[in-house]
């Protein structure tokens, strides 16, 4: 059983950043790539970025690409999100997720853990 708990989120202005952490339980972190995915109201939840087991594989969704980074500490068990140059469409409940493998995923049925989420809110 893998818990995992967001924070960081918030209102901010655009061309801010803001840096979403994700803390997990369970010994079965360090083992496992992790992601994270955000949903709009009214859209479907899609893939912002992935992190392999280890941290040498990483994979970003074309909208934030060269503007966010996913890293991870498995010592801490600890994921995170660096987001930079926010604009308004990145606003989204942000949830990281814990695969079910080694290597990242942009598919949601690939994670089997989820956490509650996190409202990130970039206004104009």
């Known amino acids: 059983q893998v818990h995992l708990v967001e924070s960081g989120g918030g209102l901010v202005q655009a061309g801010g950043s803001l840096r979403l952490s994700c803390a997990t339980s369970?010994?079965?972190?360090?083992?496992?790539?992790m992601g994270w995915f955000r949903q709009a109201p009214g859209k479907e939840r899609e893939f912002v970025a992935s992190i392999s087991w280890s941290g040498g594989n990483t994979d970003y969704a074309d909208s934030v690409k060269g503007r966010f980074t996913i890293s991870r500490d498995n010592a801490k068990n600890t994921l995170y999100l660096q987001m930079n140059s926010l604009k308004p469409e990145d606003t989204a409940v942000y949830y990281c997720?814990?695969?079910?493998?080694?290597?990242?995923?942009?598919?949601?049925?690939?994670?089997?853990?989820w956490g509650q989420g996190t409202q990130v809110t970039v206004s104009s």
């Open positions: 369970g010994r079965t972190f360090s083992s496992r790539a």
């Open positions: 997720a814990a695969a079910r493998s080694r290597y990242g995923s942009r598919r949601t049925w690939e994670y089997d853990y």
